[in-house]
C-alpha cells in the first residue's frame, strides 16, 4: 500500500475486555514498531521487529500487553484485561533497515 | 543503550525569526538521527535524517539540522519561523551497531506567534 495503515482508527472498549489493533506495513519494510502517545505527550516505545530477528519487547509495561508479526508483513498488538490507563493512541511504524520509519495515523484507544 | 534528549519542553519564537529546537543523543556505535514533527491530531511526519556525509542535513518545509559529533547534537535549525511551524518535533536516534529500535525524545512544543 501507500502508507501505513492502522485499524480501528477509533476503539471504546470497556475495562477488562481484550483488544487487538492491527497494522499494515509499507509493503517490502523490514522493520515494525508500535509506539504509545498520551495525549500530547512523547512517544513510549513498546515493541520492535526487525525481520526475522527475535523482537525487541523491551517496552511492553506488562504481560497484558502482546505483539505478533506474520509472515514478516502485518502485525496486531494485543491488550488483554484492558484498564484505564491504557487509554492512549498506539502507533505503528514500518521503515527499511536503516531507513527513516514512515508512521500510520493510529489507533485512539479508550478504555471506559 | 541509545538514548536521546530534548531538554526543552517548549520553544517560543516570533514569526521571520530563526529557530532552534536542541537535541542531544547517546549510542554506542554511531548514530543514525532522524527529526520528526506532529501538527495538531495528525500523525508523525518525518522530516529529515543525518546518516552519514555532511553533517548539515537539509529536509522538509526549509528545516535543516546540523550533525555535531563532538557534542553529540543534532539539533534542528529553520531560519526564518512561519506561524504555521507551531507543532510538536520529536528528534529521534538509532545505533548503527546490529538492529537497533528507534528511541524518540519526549519531544518539543514549537510556538511561533505572528
Known amino acids: 500500500g501507500a502508507g501505513v495503515s492502522q485499524s480501528p482508527s477509533n476503539k471504546v472498549t470497556e475495562k477488562g475486555k481484550d483488544v487487538e489493533l492491527r497494522c499494515d506495513p509499507i509493503?517490502?519494510?523490514?522493520?515494525l514498531y508500535w509506539y504509545r502517545q498520551s495525549l500530547g505527550q512523547g512517544l513510549e516505545f513498546l515493541i520492535y521487529f526487525q525481520g526475522n530477528s527475535a523482537p525487541d519487547k523491551s517496552g511492553l509495561p506488562s504481560d497484558r500487553f502482546s505483539a505478533e508479526r506474520t509472515g514478516g508483513s502485518v502485525s496486531t498488538l494485543t491488550i488483554q484485561r484492558t484498564q484505564q490507563e491504557d487509554s492512549a493512541v498506539y502507533l505503528c511504524?514500518?521503515?527499511?533497515?536503516?531507513?527513516?520509519?514512515?508512521f500510520g495515523q493510529g489507533t485512539r484507544l479508550t478504555v471506559v | 543503550a541509545q538514548s536521546v534528549a530534548q531538554p526543552e519542553d517548549q520553544v517560543n519564537v516570533a514569526e521571520g525569526n530563526p529557530l532552534t529546537v536542541k537535541c542531544t543523543y547517546s549510542v554506542s556505535g554511531n548514530p543514525y538521527l532522524f527529526w520528526y514533527v506532529q501538527y495538531p491530531n495528525r500523525g508523525l511526519q518525518f522530516l529529515l535524517k543525518y546518516i552519514t556525509g555532511d553533517n548539515l542535513v537539509k529536509g522538509s518545509y526549509g528545516f535543516e539540522a546540523e550533525f555535531n559529533k563532538s557534542q553529540t547534537s543534532f539539533h534542528l535549525k529553520k531560519p526564518s519561523a512561519l506561524v504555521s511551524d507551531s507543532a510538536l518535533y520529536f528528534c529521534a536516534v538509532r545505533d548503527a551497531m546490529g538492529f537497533q529500535k528507534l528511541v524518540f525524545g519526549t519531544g518539543t512544543r514549537l510556538l511561533v506567534s505572528p
Open positions: 511504524a514500518s521503515s527499511l533497515e536503516w531507513s527513516e520509519a514512515f
Open positions: 509493503s517490502g519494510h523490514t522493520a
